[in-house]
C-alpha cells in the first residue's frame, strides 16, 4: 500500500496503490495529465485557451481538439441533464470548470490502465474513481457529513463494476454552482455511477437542479444518489439504502 | 412541473404509520418520508388519510433528534402507549389525488418503513407511470455513524488545496490505511 499526493488544479489529488507502486515515469505522467487541463481550462489562468475564449481573443472553431471535445461533451451533458448542467456562464463566458477535472480523471484512468496498474483509487478533491480492489477487499469510501466534515454521515463499499462516487457541495468552496432556481434543496449531493465524468456532471446538476433533477438521474440515468438538504436530512435512492454501510433498518 | 404526495395510515395494533410519497417536481422542501412507534407525518401532503398532521420531520420516539438537524422536530407520543417491533408488508388503498391514482405499498420492519413501492400510479392521461429505485428520505438514524467504519478514501463538498489540509482526506493519505 503507497499514497502519492499531489496538487492541482486548485485542489489536492491522491493515488493510492493497494499493490506495487508503478513506476515513476506513470507517476510524472499521471501529474503532468493533470497540469495540461489545468493550463488549458483553468479561468484563473490568463493565457489559457478557455481565458482566451472569454476574452474573445479565440474563436471557438479555432480552439484546440481537447477543447471543443470538451466543449461538445459538456453540451451533451447540458441536453441529458435538462439544462441543469451547463457550461455556460450567465454572462455568456465558457466555463467548463464544472466538466474538466472528471474529464482529466477519466483520462488518468486511461493510462493507468494501459501501463497496466491495477487496484488504485484515485481521490481528486473529494470525487473519487478506483480500480480493482483493496487486497481482494472493495475499495470503502466514507461520504463526509456536511455538517461536520471531520464526521461521515456513511460509508459505502464500491465494487469493480461501478467505479466512481463525486460529491458537489455548498460547503467548501462556496457557491461554485450557478443554480438554476434562487434556492436549492441540497447542500451536498454524492453520485454513484460507472464513469467519473457521469457520477460529476450529475452531482452538479443535482445540486443546481434540487430534487426534480434528482429524481430524473435515479428513476432514467441509472445512477445512486445520497443528498443532504439544508434542513440536514439525507434522501437516499434505493441501492444506496441497501448499501454497505447503512445501519440495519 | 408537479409535485404529488400520498400520505396514507396503516392502523395495526394501534400503530399508525405514514409515509409521504413525493413525485415530481416544483419542491423546495422535501417529503418526509418517516415511521415511528407511534406517528407518521408528511411535509407536504397533497392528500392525506388518517389523522396525520403536516410538520418536517417526526423524531422516532426511541431516539432523539439528530443534533445537526435544524429542522423543526416533533416528538412522537410516549413510547410506552405504542407497540413496538411491527413488521410486514402494508399495502394502501387507492388514493386519488389531482395528478392521478396511486397505490402504494410499503415494508415495514421493527417499526420502520424499510421500502416504499408505488404499484399503481395513472397521470392525468391515465398512462402508467413506472416508478423504480425512486429515492426517498432516509434518517439519520439509518445510516451508519461511520466514525469506526474503515475507509480508504471520503467524498463530500470539493475542497481546495488549503482545505485538504484539515480534511478527513488529508488524514487518511497520512494513515496510509
Known amino acids: 500500500m503507497s499514497t502519492h499526493v499531489f496538487a492541482t488544479m486548485g485542489t489536492t489529488a491522491s493515488i493510492r496503490f493497494a499493490g506495487e507502486s508503478p513506476a515513476q515515469s506513470v507517476l510524472d505522467a499521471l501529474e503532468e495529465g493533470f497540469a ?3 493550463a488549458r481550462f483553468s479561468l484563473y489562468r490568463a493565457d489559457s485557451e478557455l481565458s482566451r475564449l472569454a476574452r474573445g481573443e479565440l474563436a471557438l472553431p479555432k480552439a484546440s481538439e481537447v477543447v471543443r471535445a470538451s466543449y461538445v461533451e459538456a453540451l451533451h451533458w447540458r441536453s441529458v441533464t435538462h439544462d441543469t448542467f451547463t457550461p455556460h456562464r450567465p454572462d455568456g463566458v465558457i466555463d467548463l470548470t464544472g466538466i474538466v477535472k472528471a474529464q482529466a480523471m477519466a483520462a488518468a484512468v486511461l493510462l493507468l490502465r494501459a501501463n497496466g496498474t491495477a487496484d488504485w483509487l484515485l481521490n481528486v478533491g473529494g470525487d473519487v474513481v478506483i480500480n480493482g480492489s483493496n487486497s481482494g477487499e472493495p475499495w470503502r469510501l466514507g461520504i463526509v457529513d456536511p ?7 456513511c460509508a459505502i463499499a464500491l465494487d469493480p463494476g461501478r467505479t466512481a462516487l ?16 434562487s434556492e436549492s434543496a441540497y447542500r451536498q449531493v454524492t453520485v454513484v455511477a460507472d464513469d467519473i465524468i457521469t457520477a460529476d456532471v450529475w452531482a452538479t446538476a443535482i445540486l443546481a437542479g434540487g430534487p426534480s433533477t434528482l429524481d430524473l438521474a435515479v428513476d432514467e440515468h441509472g445512477v445512486d444518489v ?3 438538504d439544508t434542513g440536514g436530512r439525507v434522501t437516499a435512492s ?9 445501519a440495519a433498518l | 412541473m408537479r409535485r404529488r404526495a400520498i400520505v396514507w395510515s396503516v392502523l395495526s395494533s394501534g400503530v399508525v404509520l405514514a409515509a409521504g410519497w413525493q413525485l415530481g417536481y416544483e419542491s423546495a422542501t422535501p417529503t418526509s418520508t418517516t415511521a415511528t412507534d407511534a406517528a407518521g407525518t408528511s411535509s407536504t401532503p397533497e392528500t ?15 431516539t432523539t433528534a439528530p443534533s445537526t438537524t435544524t429542522a423543526p422536530a416533533t416528538t412522537a407520543p410516549l413510547a410506552s402507549t405504542a407497540p413496538t417491533g411491527v413488521s410486514g408488508t402494508f399495502t394502501g388503498s387507492g388514493v386519488s389525488t389531482r395528478y392521478g391514482s396511486v397505490q ?5 420492519a421493527d417499526g420502520s418503513i424499510t421500502d416504499v ?3 399503481k400510479l395513472t397521470d392525468d392521461d391515465n398512462r402508467s407511470v413506472s416508478i423504480s429505485n425512486r429515492a426517498a428520505p432516509v434518517l439519520r438514524k439509518e445510516v451508519l455513524s461511520a466514525q469506526s467504519a474503515k475507509v480508504q478514501s471520503v467524498s463530500g463538498a470539493t475542497y481546495t488545496s488549503d482545505g485538504y489540509l484539515t480534511s478527513l482526506q488529508s488524514a487518511l493519505d497520512q494513515a496510509g490505511l
Open chain 2, 104 to 108: 402504494v405499498q410499503i415494508v415495514v
Open chain 2, 117 to 119: 413501492v408505488a404499484l
Open chain 1, 147 to 153: 455538517d461536520d466534515r471531520l464526521h461521515l454521515l
Open chain 1, 166 to 181: 463525486a460529491s458537489s457541495g455548498t460547503a467548501e468552496r462556496g457557491e461554485h454552482v450557478w443554480r438554476s432556481r
Open chain 2, 48 to 62: 392525506s388519510a388518517g389523522s396525520s398532521t403536516a410538520t418536517s420531520t417526526t423524531a422516532p420516539s426511541t
Open chain 1, 36 to 38: 495540461g487541463f489545468d
Open chain 1, 226 to 228: 445520497i443528498a443532504v
Open chain 1, 238 to 246: 434505493e441501492r444506496m439504502r441497501r448499501a454497505d454501510g447503512f
